[in-house]
């Protein structure tokens, strides 16, 4: 990490990811669930996913903890930097392992980071857009002379809300479908003041909520002690909100995304789509190209809806495929209140 990043933004030094287990394909969930393959396949799209509990009798087997510090441990390795060299660390998840302490605290302390900032932001998926926007902002107010590498973090373990007790069989389809559209994972970004082996940075990250007198697309309970024997489930989504929703919103963060950033979409080489399930992932893409000719960039038919750990598992695919000056633009829509969430990706000389 000699050189320095260039252009305004910050330089991807490094980028990883940690997925718990195997993967657990549709025949296998199809069978402990009592559905079939063939309705997961059509109806979400998704082939397969990754948990962090034993399907067989929810025995919790990985932490977010342990995910978000096997990420962060690979993005700090992909940079080439130890926990010395981190400034920050900044946390995104909708699924912490506890209230207190901050997943983060304890990321960081598995890491050996010590005596820096550790920030945690509570969000769904696009909260990895707002802990890169944040790290931006940390990065470019540093002292010169301060540590080099700011540790951006996200992950979810979606499983822990999943009751494997009951009889799936009654479930409605709209409390069935969390059972087969989620999945667990994290991912890391090591961002740098200096650019990085990877030849890239991050341009600008964009988020706004956009659901100004809109319900809530999704809500996700968190029970205490008063009511922790409550009938709510712990998981509601509005399905056909989403699919009415998220489309629009995501078109309105791409053309926001390329009128901040001054890059008209016809040079854009990559997109890289919301990720809600392999299908409805299917039916956004189209939208948004619009007879353009970018390549996608999507994981989540392999990796399931892994929340905030999304963002970077398209970023660790995406770098590899990013050709000298290749423009790239991500973007995340989280239905809980309607925030959308992009980035902008160049590659640099």
């Known amino acids: 990490m000699s050189d320095r990043a260039g252009r305004g933004g910050a330089a991807i030094a490094g980028v990883g990811s940690a997925l718990p287990g195997d993967p657990v394909d549709n025949t296998t969930l199809g069978e ?15 082939r397969t996913r990754h ?33 010395d060299d981190v400034a920050f660390v900044v946390l995104a998840t909708a699924t912490p392992d506890a209230l207190m302490p901050t997943t983060a605290a304890m990321v960081a302390d598995r890491l050996g980071i010590d005596q820096v900032p550790v920030y945690q932001l509570q969000s769904g998926c696009s909260g990895a857009v ?52 989620f999945g667990d994972g994290a991912g890391a970004l ?9 030849r890239a940075r991050l341009v600008r990250a964009e988020h706004r909520i956009g659901g100004l007198g809109r319900a809530p697309g999704q809500r996700v309970e968190w029970f205490g002690q008063a009511d922790r024997h409550s009938d709510r489930p712990a998981v509601t989504e509005d399905y056909k909100a989403v699919e009415t929703q998220v489309p629009v919103l995501a078109e309105e963060m791409l ?35 619009q007879g353009l000719e970018w390549e996608e ?21 995406l770098l590899p495929r990013l050709r000298a000056g290749g423009r790239a633009v991500g973007i995340a829509i989280e239905s809980s209140k309607w925030i959308k969430a992009g980035f902008a990706v160049e590659a640099t000389p």
């Open 190 to 198: 090591a961002l740098s003041r200096t650019a990085g082996t990877h």
């Open 51 to 83: 948990f962090s509990l034993d399907l067989a009798d929810g025995r919790p087997r990985w932490s977010l903890e342990d995910l978000c510090a096997e990420a962060a441990d690979r993005a700090l390795a992909d940079a080439g930097a130890d926990a």
């Open 255 to 289: 053309r926001t995304l390329c009128d901040r950033v001054g890059w008209p979409a016809t040079t854009l080489a990559h997109v890289l789509p919301p990720q809600l399930g392999g299908r409805m992932t299917e039916r956004i893409t189209r939208g948004l190209r």
């Open 130 to 181: 707002q802990a890169m926007a944040f790290a931006s902002s940390l990065l470019a107010a540093a002292e010169r002379g301060s540590r080099p590498v700011g540790l951006v973090v996200g992950g979810d373990v979606c499983s822990k809300h999943l009751d494997l007790k009951q009889d799936f069989r009654a479930l409605p389809p709209a409390q069935l479908v969390n059972y087969v559209l």
């Open 32 to 46: 402990r669930l009592g559905v079939a393959p063939e309705w997961i396949d059509t109806f979400i799209g998704t």
């Open 297 to 317: 960039v999507s994981c989540v038919a392999e990796t399931g809806n892994n929340g905030n750990a999304l963002a970077f598992l398209q970023l660790e695919r």
